[in-house]
Structure formats: C-alpha cells, structure tokens
T-cell receptor, first 114, second 108 residues
Framework: SAVISQKPSRDICQRGTSLTIQCQVD?????MFWYRQQPGQSLTLIAT?????????ESGFVIDKFPISRPNLTFSTLTVSNMSPEDSSIYLC???????????FGEGSRLTVL | DAKTTQPPSMDCAEGRAANLPCNHS???????VYWYRQIHSQGPQYIIH???NNETNEMASLIITEDRKSSTLILPHATLRDTAVYYC?????????FGAGTRLTVKP
C-alpha cells in the first residue's frame, strides 16, 4: 500500500484568503486525484493531476479557483483560492499507484472557512 | 462511466453476513466494478474489484451477475468495525467518480 501524507490536516481560514494543501506520497505515482467531500456527502472528484501535464478538471471546478501543481511523481498541491464558507469541506488526495484503479487515500485536510 | 445505484442505508447484525447490493445496468464491457468503504473521519479504503468473475479476498467477496448489470459485496462475518459508508464504482481509464454509497450500520 502507498503511504500518503496530507498537510495541513485541518485549518480554519478567513473568507477571501487562499490555502494550499500538500500531498506527499512515499513512492512515485503517475496519477493523482484530488477530491472534495462536503459534510455528510460523498466524494466529488475535483481534478486529475498527472506529472508533466496540466491537471484535468471536472465539470464545476476551474483552475482559477483550484490551481493544482504536480512538480514531480511524489508530490502535488491543491490551492483553494478566494475562499468562502461554501468551500468548507474535507479535501482528499489519492493515488492509483499500480495503475489498476486501486486508489489509496490520504487522511484528508479538513477546511473550515469563516 | 456507468452510473451505479445503491440503497442509502442498511443494517446488519454483528456476526452475520452483510450483503450490499449495487446496480450498474449501463456498465460497458471494459468497465470494472470497484468497492471502497469510508469509516467515519478517515479516507476511503479499497476493498475489492472485479470484471466478470466473482472475487474473494481477506476482506470480502464480490459477486457479479452474469449480465454484469449488478453486483453484491459480501462481508461474511460483519463486526462493529465494519460500520461505514460503502461505495460501488463502475469505471475504466481511472475515471474515479464516487456515487452516494450505502451507509452500513452493524449492530450488536
């Protein structure tokens, strides 16, 4: 199994500010995924981040609001920009380490926007 | 991706088998069926996946109907620690979208 570390684990932020969430994997992976999970809801895929190319965003998510970096095969960041209370969620990083669809997830970053 | 439908919630007695159904009637021939679960406040955990044949591992069994339009995840001896939300996904090409899932509550 892959070990995935996310930072911060939780944060409380003010409206209008931005927060960058880091995802570190203990092995090289091609595909990384960022999800959002709002309170009491299922996971919603934000984007797929492959090293060496632009992230692919799902419908309803745009790069200006959720810029993603993928500088190498073990690291990615997701920034939540110009936050509003509606952005309060858990943000999860996941990887498909072996290319089989078996995803490994980080423990998530719980964001509260006041 | 094929859309999946699952009952929103189920209960199961501790020690009994938990059978969680999933309908994926629009699944295509190259889409696998994956099951994940999410225990409260944790990231989702992979359980099992299959294409056509039934599969079994140390966590669960997966029964896929011959026409592949539905499947059942079986936890043979449910414990209180199996209380979680269980997600069934039908996918290919690593398009990882989750549905609403089934909230399984295992009761003593």
């Amino acid at each position: 199994s892959a070990v995935i570390s996310q930072k911060p684990s939780r944060d409380i932020c003010q409206r209008g500010t931005s927060l960058t969430i880091q995802c570190q994997v203990d092995s090289q992976v091609t595909m990384m995924f960022w999800y959002r999970q709002q309170p009491g809801q299922s996971l919603t895929l934000i984007a797929t981040a492959n090293q060496g190319s632009e992230a692919t965003y799902e419908s309803g998510f745009v790069i200006d609001k959720f810029p993603i970096s993928r500088p190498n095969l073990t690291f990615s960041t997701l920034t939540v920009s110009n936050m509003s209370p509606e952005d309060s969620s858990i943000y999860l990083c996941s990887v498909d380490r072996v290319g089989t669809g078996e995803l490994f997830f980080g423990e998530g970053s719980r964001l509260t926007v006041l | 991706d094929a859309k999946t439908t699952q009952p929103p919630s189920m209960d199961c007695a501790e020690g009994r088998a938990a059978n969680l159904p999933c309908n994926h009637s629009t699944i295509s021939g190259n889409e696998y069926v994956y099951w994940y679960r999410q225990i409260h406040s944790q990231g989702p955990q992979y359980i099992i996946h299959g294409l056509k044949n039934n599969e079994t591992n140390e966590m669960a069994s997966l029964i896929i109907t011959e026409d592949r339009k539905s499947s059942t995840l079986i936890l043979p001896h449910a414990t209180l620690r199996d209380t979680a939300v269980y997600y069934c996904i039908a996918l290919n090409n690593n398009d990882m979208r989750f549905g609403a899932g089934t909230r399984l509550t295992v009761k003593p």
